[in-house]
Structures are given as C-alpha cells and as structure tokens.
C-alpha cells in the first residue's frame, strides 16, 4: 500500500531506496544543492549510486541463475536511457557492457572505457562510416534490413580475409503485437525496426541470406519495452530462437551462436515496488523458450530503463502557488526540459510527486488536489494534474521519483532551459550522504554559445 504520497511501505529494495531517498533530499538541502530560497538553486537531478548497482546485481543473478554453466552473457546497457558517462563506467564495473545507437552514444561507450567485445551497435540508420568504423573496432552489429546486409557484405569482402572481427547478426521484427504505448511498440506488424518474420517470403529469404554468409551468427530482437507484457516479450524471443534452430539446421552446424535478446523490461511508475523483476522476466523466457538458456546460445541483453530508472529523482523548488479556476497550482522549475514524456503523453507516462518542506523533510498534510506546472511556457507543461498532496506552499519542494532512465538524462532545450546538474550520492550506515558530481550545470553562456552568441551575423 501506499500513502498519499505515493511511499510505499511494501517489503524488498523499495523501503530502502526510499530511506536512501529521503535522506538524499534532505542532504541535498543540507549541502546547498538545491533549496527553497534563492540561497541555493532550484532544481538538481539526483542519481542513487547503490541503487544502480543493486539493479546491474539482480539482472546479472537473474541470468546467472538460469543459464546452464558456461554461458556466455553480456549485458549491454542501453546508452539511450543514461548517456551519461559516468553511468556507463559504473555499469562497466559491475560486469555490464553497452548498447549504442548513434555515433554519440558509441563515444560515450568509448570514454567511459567500454571495451569493444561488450559493445553492441544497433540503429536502424547506420551510414557506410559507422558501419566501417564498427568492424574495424570489432564491436558487434546489428543490420536492420536488407540493404543495411548489403553494405556489410561490400565491407566484409573489402576488409581482411577470414571472418569480420566483429559478431554480426540481423535484427528480426517477430510482429507478435503492440503493447499499451504505441510509439514505444517495436514488434507490430508495420514496425520500422528489423525485418519483419511473418512478411511473405521474409523466414525463407532469411535463412537462404545466413546460409550465403557464414559470418551472420547472432539473431537479434527487441521486442519489449513500457507497456508491453512479459509475456508478449518472450513470445518475440520464442520466435527467434525457432527461426535461429531452424537455420541452423539448414546450415548443418550452429552457425547462429547467440542470440541478443534487447532489452524492454517494463518499469513500475507507481510506487517503490521493482516490479517485474528480472527474475520473473527470466521465469517468463523460460516458461516460453525452455531452449533458450541450455547454453546452445550465447546470450546478449540490452536493458536501459529498468536498470536506471528507479535510480533517479529529481529535486525542485516550489517558486509559487496560485489558484486558477477553483484548482490550485504549484509553479516549479521541473517540467518539459526533464519530464518531456510525460508532458506530451501524460496518461501513458504518469510521475509520482513527493512533497518535502523547505528543510528537505517529508511534508505531510491533508490531501488538496493541485497541478504541479513546470517553468516552460505552453500551457501544457505539467508533471501532475488534480494531484492530491499535502497543499504546497513556495519554499517547499516536490521530489520526482523514477527519472533515472529517459527523463533528465534526455534533456529537451524548450525555453533555452538548461540542463541541470546531476549528483550521484551513497549513504553511510549512519544515514551520511556523499554527493559526487556526475554532470556539470550547463551554463548560461554555453547555451548563448550554442545559440550562435559568438557568430551572431550569418543571417544579415
Ligand atoms: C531502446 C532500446 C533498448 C532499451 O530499451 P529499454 O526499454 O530501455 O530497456 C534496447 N535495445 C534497443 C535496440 C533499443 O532501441
């Protein structure tokens, strides 16, 4: 259960991230991070370092636990969810690699010392460049369709003989069916992403196009993601590894060695609780795919939400309350910049709002429905409408939890707002915290500087 707040009271990991939390708002305050007065800024983004850790632990355990001895396992953290380089030298000391989409997140996998053998290279728009770039670093790829094939058949002939360096395999669309939020569902039948299984022709051409190349040894698929069931995720899984037992067969060896699984685990936005788990993800696989973890295949993950999400907060001022139409509104600096999801889509992608007092202690009061607007200017920049909390009052502060994956880490420059500092912190057994910068604040004159401030003449 959880109160009017949102805090759950449930058993597990959640009461102790949500300690750590409470902690972590009331040090930030302690420390001048953030503040209900113009002493201190008004809004700071805030990472549980333990809490990433925990979650690395649980997914490699999960898959640990399951796959027969020997298995090999990389799990690629998704770049996309935390493009924070930081985060991924963190994950990479927990045993995890990366998965990266674009040119900028490949750097970032590269600065943050990611080797190579644990980075996978997905995109459905890869250019002839990064494509070269990737098979001369040796990371793995994933072609996304059929000409992407081509450009890698003209590379591999014109590279070094013998097989590429890097595992290749090609990204399947199993077209099992949507899940809750459309523009997040990868396999319906008319999604842009790899080749679509049960288009007419699509399983014969593509077992005929491993047999051509004997360097295709990976299957790849991504076919969760917020919204989508564990179930229907392990159903795209089924279909792959059918279709890669079934080349393998036409082939006459295991040429199809590994299987990369993507990531998609669902999060839960409504309270503390880490539900699904990883465990109840691997139970669903195995239920649905007995072969997968026999250890016939090497496994790849790409998880990215469900490893950060959880783990992120972030702590604003309230600057002003007012009553507009019978409804009250609390005025604070988190809005479209950090929460650009749910601003656009909020029924697809509610936040909890935790209220704290000025001193950075958990404010409690009788419950009054108000709207939480951030500072943009378009009438729809609101985290919560009709929200019951303890009436807000300037000086006060909301805490946003679960924005550790695709929220503050996917700033949004409406309004020329600027991208607010991030802090990992630890706690002590004795309730301490240790802050650590993790991003620097962009500066005013960085987004003047961005804006052309030191060329403003082109357009006269
Ligand atoms: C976005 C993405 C992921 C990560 O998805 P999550 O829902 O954050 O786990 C993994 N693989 C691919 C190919 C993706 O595009």
Not at 44 to 49: F, R
Not at 316 to 321: D, G, H, N, P
Not at 383 to 408: C, H, K, S
């Amino acid at each position: 259960m959880a109160d009017s707040a949102g805090r759950a009271d449930g058993t597990g990991h959640g009461p102790e991230a949500a300690e750590r939390r409470d902690l972590a708002v009331r040090a930030a305050v302690e420390q001048g991070l953030v503040g209900g007065s113009d002493a201190a800024p008004p809004l700071v983004c805030l990472l549980d370092t333990a809490g990433i850790r925990d979650s690395a632990a649980a997914l490699t355990a999960a898959f640990a636990a399951a796959a027969a001895p020997g298995t090999p396992v990389l799990h690629a953290f998704a770049v996309k969810a935390a493009p924070l380089v930081p985060v991924l030298r963190l994950l990479s000391d927990a045993g995890l690699g990366c998965e990266v989409a674009s040119p900028g997140e490949l750097a970032l996998a590269r600065a943050a010392g990611v080797p190579a053998a644990r980075t996978v290279l997905d995109s459905p728009a890869k250019t002839v460049a990064e494509l070269r770039e990737a098979l001369a670093l040796g990371i793995a790829v994933n072609a996304d369709n059929r000409q992407e094939l081509e450009r890698l058949d003209a590379l591999v002939a014109a590279g070094p003989p013998g097989p590429p360096a890097s595992p290749i395999g090609v990204r399947i669309n199993p077209q099992t069916g949507a899940g809750a939020i459309d523009a997040l569902s990868t396999a319906t039948a008319t999604s842009k992403f790899g080749i679509a299984l049960r288009d007419q022709g699509a399983r014969e051409w593509l077992v005929r196009a491993y047999l051509d190349r004997p360097w295709l040894t990976r299957l790849h698929t991504h076919s969760g993601s917020q919204g989508v069931p564990l179930a229907l995720i392990a159903e795209g899984v089924r279909e792959v590894h059918a279709l890669a037992e079934e080349i393998n067969a036409a082939a006459g060896r295991r040429q199809v060695d590994t299987l990369d699984i993507g990531g998609g685990l669902p999060v839960n936005f409504a309270s503390d609780e880490h539900t699904p788990t990883y465990a109840e993800y691997v139970a669903a696989l195995r239920a649905a795919v007995p072969g997968l973890f026999d250890g016939s295949y090497g496994l790849v993950t790409e998880f990215g939400r469900s490893l950060l999400a959880k783990h992120g907060l972030v702590v604003s001022r309230v600057e002003y309350t007012k009553t507009t139409g019978g409804r009250p509104i609390a005025l604070t600096h988190a809005g479209v910049q950090l929460a650009t999801r749910t601003v656009y889509a909020p029924a697809a992608w509610p936040l909890r709002i935790l209220p704290y007092d000025a001193k950075g202690a958990p404010k409690t009061g009788p419950p009054v429905a108000q709207d939480i607007a951030g500072p943009a200017c378009f009438a729809g920049d609101l985290l919560a409408t009709a929200r019951e909390l303890p009436e807000l009052a300037p000086g006060d502060l909301i805490a946003v939890p679960d924005t550790g994956a695709y929220f503050f880490t996917a700033h949004y420059g409406y309004n020329s707002l600027p991208r607010p500092p991030i802090h990992g912190f630890t706690t002590t057994a004795s309730g301490k915290v240790h802050f650590t910068l993790t991003r620097r604040p962009q500066t005013l004159s960085e987004i003047a500087t961005e804006a052309g401030a030191t060329t403003p003449d082109p357009l006269l």
